[in-house]
């Protein structure tokens, strides 16, 4: 059974850093591709940053570049987030993904974790 759990989120405040987790477990991600997404209330989940499982290509939303980055480590087959200067705007649920094919619906997803940025 594949699951993605993350961990990682809380309360900080504007300009300072969280670092989320994302495990990955069930099967064997090598030819996977991982994002981060995030859904803010009222708005529509965002995709703000993707790896591919050797590391070798990254995407950011234009919002998060220079802020955000993400990783991988192998051995522990966990995805990381690390967010820098957060902004309030960055406050939404973040979501742990993966894909095999096209896209992420048909993909693997966690349960999510809150991230809350005060001003």
């Known amino acids: 059974q594949v699951q993605l759990v993350e961990s990682g989120g809380g309360l900080v405040p504007a300009g300072g850093s969280l670092r989320l987790s994302c495990v990955a477990s069930g099967r064997t991600f090598s030819s996977y591709v991982m994002g981060w997404f995030r859904q803010a209330p009222g708005k529509e989940r965002e995709l703000v940053a993707a790896i591919s499982w050797g590391g070798i290509s990254t995407y950011f939303t234009g919002s998060v570049k220079g802020r955000f980055t993400i990783s991988i480590d192998n051995a522990q087959n966990t995805v990381y987030l690390q967010m820098n200067s957060l902004k309030p705007e960055d406050t939404a649920v973040y979501y742990c993904?993966?894909?095999?094919?096209?896209?992420?619906?048909?993909?693997?997803w966690g349960q999510g974790t809150q991230v809350t940025v005060s001003s």
């Open positions: 993904a993966a894909r095999r094919g096209r896209d992420f619906d048909s993909g693997y």
